[in-house]
C-alpha cells in the first residue's frame, strides 16, 4: 500500500489592495504537501505511482529539463514508494541543485539533445524498450492520470470559491481542477495563468479531456517573456509579496501566477465580494538558478 494522505491548508491572505477592491483572496497550499514532491506534482504523479504499482513495474522512466520541478518529484517519490526512476535530461550534461536532488534521491539521469528529445516515446522505446520493469511518465507528469489526482483538490475543500487560480505548464492541472468543480457541479470560474509564451494551444491541451469545451480563462499576458523568463518586476513582486504574506513564490510559475492575479485586481477583473482561491502549486527548485538575477532586482 502507497501511503498518499496529504496536508494543503487553505489559508486567507490580507493586502491593502484587497480591502480597497472588496475581494479576499485565499491560498490553496498545496506547496506544503511535501518538500520535494510539492504541489501538483504529488497530484499528477499519485494515479501514475498506483498504475505503475499494479502493473508490477518498479522502474519509472521520465523527462525534464535541468531545472524540473517533476523530475525532482519523481526522484524523491520512487525512492519514498520503492521504485527505480531513471530521468531523461534535455541538453547537454551539466551539474546544478536541482539534478542533484535528483541523484540524491536515486535517479539516474540520461541527457539527450533538444532534438532527440523531442521524441519522448522514441527514447523510452530506444533505451528501455526491452527492460519489462520500465513505466513511461511523460514530462511534468502530463495526461489523464494526472488529471485525476489534480480534480481531488476540489474535494478538499468546504467552502466556494467564485475564482480559481493556477499556473499552467501543459494544462494537466488545470483540466484536472476543472474535472473536479464539474464533478461537484460548482459555480467557481477556473482561471488559468501560462507560464509559456503563445500559450494559445493550452485551450486545446485542456478541451481535450472534456467532451463538451467548459468555460473557463486562459490570461495569456502574463509569460514574462516565455518559459522560465523572468524580469526584475517579477522578483520585485516576489519579494513584496512574499514579504508581506510569509509564502514563497519562484521566478517560473507561481511567481507569475500570484503576479497576475493581484495586476486583475488591480484592472478590477473581480467583482466586489469575490472570493478566490489561488492555487500554490508549490515547485520552488525554479529560485535555485536565479540567485544572481534576484539578488540583482531585490537589493
Ligand atoms: C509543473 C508545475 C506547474 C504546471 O502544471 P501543469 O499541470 O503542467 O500545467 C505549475 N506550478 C508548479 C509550481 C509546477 O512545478
Same mark, same amino acid.
Given at each position: 500500500?502507497?501511503?498518499?494522505?496529504?496536508?494543503?491548508?487553505?489559508?486567507?491572505?490580507?493586502?491593502?489592495?484587497?480591502?480597497?477592491?472588496?475581494?479576499?483572496?485565499?491560498?490553496?497550499?498545496?506547496?506544503?504537501?511535501?518538500?520535494?514532491?510539492?504541489?501538483? +506534482?504529488?497530484?499528477?504523479?499519485?494515479?501514475?505511482? #498506483? &498504475?505503475?504499482? *499494479?502493473?508490477? %513495474? /518498479?522502474?519509472?522512466?521520465?523527462?525534464?529539463?535541468?531545472?524540473?520541478?517533476?523530475?525532482?518529484?519523481?526522484?524523491?517519490?520512487?525512492?519514498?514508494?520503492?521504485?527505480?526512476?531513471?530521468?531523461?535530461?534535455?541538453?547537454?550534461?551539466?551539474?546544478?541543485?536541482?539534478?542533484?536532488?535528483?541523484?540524491?534521491?536515486?535517479?539516474?539521469?540520461?541527457?539527450?539533445?533538444?532534438?532527440?528529445?523531442?521524441?519522448?516515446?522514441?527514447?523510452?522505446?530506444?533505451?528501455?524498450?526491452?527492460?519489462?520493469?520500465?513505466?513511461?511518465?511523460?514530462?511534468?507528469?502530463?495526461?489523464?492520470?494526472?488529471?485525476?489526482?489534480?480534480?481531488?483538490?476540489?474535494?478538499?475543500?468546504?467552502?466556494?470559491?467564485?475564482?480559481?487560480?493556477?499556473?499552467?505548464?501543459?494544462?494537466?492541472?488545470?483540466?484536472?481542477?476543472?474535472?473536479?468543480?464539474?464533478?461537484?457541479?460548482? +459555480?467557481?470560474?477556473?482561471?488559468?495563468?501560462?507560464? #509559456? &509564451?503563445?500559450? *494559445?494551444?493550452? %485551450? /486545446?491541451?485542456?478541451?481535450?479531456?472534456?467532451?463538451?469545451?467548459?468555460?473557463?480563462?486562459?490570461?495569456?499576458?502574463?509569460?514574462?517573456?516565455?518559459?522560465?523568463?523572468?524580469?526584475?518586476?517579477?522578483?520585485?513582486?516576489?519579494?513584496?509579496?512574499?514579504?508581506?504574506?510569509?509564502?514563497?513564490?519562484?521566478?517560473?510559475?507561481?511567481?507569475?501566477?500570484?503576479?497576475?492575479?493581484?495586476?486583475?485586481?488591480?484592472?478590477?477583473?473581480?467583482?466586489?465580494?469575490?472570493?478566490?482561491?489561488?492555487?500554490?502549486?508549490?515547485?520552488?527548485?525554479?529560485?535555485?538558478?536565479?540567485?544572481?538575477?534576484?539578488?540583482?532586482?531585490?537589493?
Amino acid at each position: 500500500m502507497l501511503h498518499l494522505e496529504i496536508y494543503s491548508p487553505v489559508q486567507e491572505i490580507q493586502d491593502p489592495l484587497f480591502d480597497d477592491k472588496q475581494v479576499r483572496v485565499f491560498v490553496k497550499r498545496d506547496d506544503l504537501i511535501h518538500p520535494f514532491i510539492s504541489g501538483n +506534482k504529488w497530484r499528477k504523479l499519485k494515479y501514475i505511482l #498506483l &498504475k505503475a504499482k *499494479e502493473e508490477n %513495474k /518498479n522502474h519509472l522512466i521520465t523527462f525534464g529539463g535541468a531545472f524540473s520541478n517533476h523530475l525532482v518529484a519523481t526522484a524523491c517519490a520512487s525512492a519514498k514508494f520503492g521504485f527505480k526512476s531513471t530521468g531523461i535530461v534535455r541538453g547537454e550534461s551539466v551539474q546544478n541543485e536541482v539534478l542533484m536532488l535528483c541523484r540524491l534521491f536515486g535517479m539516474k539521469l540520461l541527457f539527450v539533445d533538444r532534438t532527440s528529445y523531442r521524441d519522448k516515446q522514441d527514447l523510452f522505446e530506444k533505451h528501455f524498450g526491452k527492460d519489462q520493469d520500465a513505466y513511461f511518465i511523460d514530462a511534468g507528469g502530463a495526461g489523464l492520470d494526472g488529471t485525476k489526482g489534480c480534480a481531488e483538490l476540489i474535494d478538499e475543500h468546504d467552502q466556494t470559491f467564485d475564482h480559481l487560480f493556477c499556473a499552467s505548464g501543459t494544462g494537466t492541472t488545470a483540466a484536472g481542477i476543472l474535472k473536479g468543480i464539474q464533478k461537484n457541479k460548482l +459555480k467557481t470560474v477556473v482561471n488559468a495563468v501560462p507560464v #509559456l &509564451k503563445n500559450a *494559445e494551444f493550452l %485551450k /486545446n491541451e485542456i478541451d481535450q479531456y472534456f467532451e463538451k469545451p467548459l468555460e473557463y480563462h486562459l490570461h495569456l499576458n502574463y509569460h514574462f517573456g516565455g518559459y522560465a523568463k523572468t524580469t526584475p518586476e517579477l522578483f520585485q513582486f516576489m519579494q513584496a509579496f512574499a514579504s508581506s504574506t510569509g509564502i514563497l513564490t519562484d521566478p517560473v510559475y507561481t511567481g507569475k501566477l500570484f503576479y497576475a492575479l493581484y495586476d486583475l485586481i488591480h484592472k478590477d477583473f473581480f467583482t466586489p465580494k469575490s472570493k478566490i482561491l489561488a492555487i500554490h502549486t508549490g515547485g520552488l527548485s525554479g529560485i535555485s538558478g536565479m540567485t544572481d538575477k534576484i539578488n540583482q532586482a531585490i537589493f
